[in-house]
């Protein structure tokens, strides 16, 4: 879509130039910028130009820049160990996006819009990613994505603040993993995504995203019991209402989810 109300697209070479005047917003992939009308737009701002390293792996440590495509992700190589890496397919085909989306889409942008149903919002989540923020004072600060997120279309970015990156530790990519997903039709947006994470030393997480309207996480230091798990998921108080799905059936189709995942996990059934 044509954005007749933009009058110019700064392309910054230093951090120093990524500022916004009243009316500009950071450009990414600009996949959802430009599907519809965006009222008192006058300027972009394109993070692109910056040369962003997509993919950083170190030991410790996977740092995946905000610019980086989800298609550039899709194609990182499982390293030794890494039995959550075919949680990132699954998470990238939730999106039910083709492959000319994947190759202009960011990871940044997705969990930016902070979508209930965005699948890098469940990924990131999942593997309790951390946000990297770019404060506009010139700084830098760190936060959970999962807190990054607070609500549909709301996250913790304060005015003239960037996502700039989002890092994994290589920990989370030794977990077991679990992934069940849920749509009202065979190529609808996601109803519910659960997903659950077993670490080395027993801690499991589950995490619900789509059903609800910000990122969920359940935690526990061990495998729960049936009767743990079910108990948690009633106190979930706020689940998502839109044309994709009722609460109720939001509701009831992650806590069956929920339950299959912890037996997958290694829970007893």
Same mark, same amino acid.
């Given at each position: ?10 392309v ?23 599907s519809e ?28 820049? *905000? ?10 190589? *499982? ?6 890496h ?32 965005g ?9 309790d *990613? ?12 760190r ?9 549909v ?18 920990? @989370? ?6 992934f069940?997903?849920i @749509? ?11 997903? =659950? ?12 995203? @789509? ?16 009767r743990?798990?079910?108990? @948690?998921m ?23 989810? *929920? ?6 996990? =290694?829970?007893?059934?």
């Amino acid at each position: 879509m044509d954005l007749i109300t933009v009058q110019q697209i700064r392309v910054p070479a230093t951090r120093d130039e990524v500022t916004f005047a009243p009316g500009e917003r950071p450009l990414g992939g600009g996949t959802w910028l430009f599907s519809e009308p965006q009222e008192g737009l006058t300027g972009l701002v394109d993070l692109t130009a910056l040369g962003w390293e997509p993919l950083t792996v170190t030991d410790d440590l996977l740092t995946v820049a *905000a610019t980086c495509t989800i298609a550039e992700l899709t194609r990182l190589p *499982a390293h030794d160990g890494w039995a959550a890496h075919p949680l990132i397919a699954l998470c990238a085909d939730s999106l039910l996006a083709s492959w000319k989306i994947w190759n202009v889409a960011t990871v940044g942008g997705n969990v930016a819009l902070a979508l209930p149903a965005g699948a890098m919002t469940s990924l990131m989540s999942t593997l309790d *990613a951390t946000a990297v923020i770019w404060t506009a004072d010139g700084g830098e600060r760190r936060m959970p994505v999962t807190e990054f997120v607070t609500d549909v279309r709301v996250t913790r970015l304060a005015p003239g603040e960037v996502l700039r990156a989002l890092e994994v530790r290589t920990a @989370a990519l030794r977990s077991r993993t679990a992934f069940r997903r849920i @749509a009202l039709s065979p190529l609808g947006r996601s109803g519910t995504l659960v997903t =659950g994470r077993r670490g080395a030393d027993g801690e499991t997480v589950i995490t619900i995203t @789509a059903g609800t309207p910000r990122p969920v996480q359940l935690r526990f230091d061990e495998v729960p019991s049936e009767r743990a798990l079910a108990d @948690a998921m009633s106190r979930i108080e706020e689940w998502y209402d839109d044309p994709h799905g009722s609460p109720d059936w939001r509701r009831a189709v992650s806590t069956l989810f *929920a339950e299959e995942i912890r037996q997958e996990l =290694g829970g007893a059934a």
